[in-house]
């Protein structure tokens, strides 16, 4: 019996994003692509019989445990058992910075939704996982569920897709963008156009974009600097609402070109477009 697995947590890109409407909870409705990078934080799970409970290792600076994903998922987990489970202890490698649009604690949510499923032996399947996912976050079925994928409704109603597996630069500005406030923000575009399940970049381009991006770029000009300084090479886009912008390019050497030219002070990295989970791809192997 297995007792103690690490597994990736891998970044997301939301290729574009829409927003189409307002429900009457005041939710927005999106319509997005998501697609996944071989690169993220990793989680290891170990099975503690010895010591009971759901206990984190290494705490998030400034994130109350309350509030924290990880442990909310575990937690989720065990109030769905029907069972007495053995204690697990949390570690956890960071990566991805907080607050940059590419999905790092629904990302969380999910390797340990899935991590302890397969620990536990619990037999959940994908559809139980991504509902009890949709509880602790909108993203963090796409986790779950781990194929790139068409989002509609605030990003749970999911279709597979198969935009092309690039290769992306992502820039992470100097700032931490407060998501509720892009959302509440007077002048978001709320009311872009639905449009049908399609690759994305196929055809006019133009019709693609991230209908937050003027917003943020206006409130925080980190963003709109890096952001400008990207675009010299080629189309650069907001992920989420940021702050973290990516731009894409067919070959790594082309990518590692442009990252190795960007300026000083701003962080980020070079990875892969993924239409399969990396946390996928390592669960099938323990299979």
Not at 165 to 192: M, Y
Request: proline share 7%; aromatic share 8%.
């Amino acid at each position: 019996m297995t007792t103690s697995i690490t597994l990736p947590s891998p970044a997301k890109l939301n290729l574009f994003l829409h927003i189409v409407g307002r429900r009457p909870d005041g939710y927005h409705e999106l319509q997005t692509l998501f697609q996944f990078l071989d690169y993220g934080d990793d989680i290891t799970l170990s099975l503690t019989p010895e010591q009971p409970g759901i206990h984190l290792e290494n705490p998030v600076a400034g994130v109350p445990d309350d509030d924290n994903l990880i442990l909310r998922a575990a937690r989720a987990l065990v109030a769905r058992a029907r069972h007495e489970l053995p204690g697990v202890s949390i570690g956890i490698n960071k990566r991805l910075p907080m607050g940059g649009g590419l999905g790092g604690g629904s990302s969380n949510a999910a390797t340990t939704l899935l991590g302890l499923n397969h620990l536990w032996r619990l037999g959940l399947d994908y559809d139980e996982l991504a509902e009890i996912g949709l509880a602790l976050g909108a993203d963090v079925p796409v986790f779950v569920r781990g194929h790139a994928a068409f989002g509609e409704g605030i990003g749970e109603k999911l279709t597979p897709a198969f935009p092309p597996e690039d290769w992306f630069v992502v820039l992470k500005p100097d700032c931490h963008i407060n998501t509720a406030k892009i959302f509440s923000e007077q002048g978001l575009t709320r009311d872009t156009p639905r449009i049908k399940i399609a690759p994305a970049f196929e055809g006019d381009a133009s019709r693609y974009r991230n209908d937050c991006e003027g917003v943020v770029k206006r409130l925080y000009p980190e963003v709109r600097e890096s952001m400008e300084w990207l675009t010299q090479f080629g189309p650069a886009r907001l992920t989420g609402t940021g702050a973290c912008i990516f731009g894409r390019f067919p070959t790594e050497s082309a990518a590692r070109i442009i990252w190795e030219s960007k300026p000083s002070g701003i962080t980020g990295f070079v990875a892969k477009g993924v239409n399969v989970s990396p946390l996928h791809q390592k669960l099938t192997e323990l299979e």
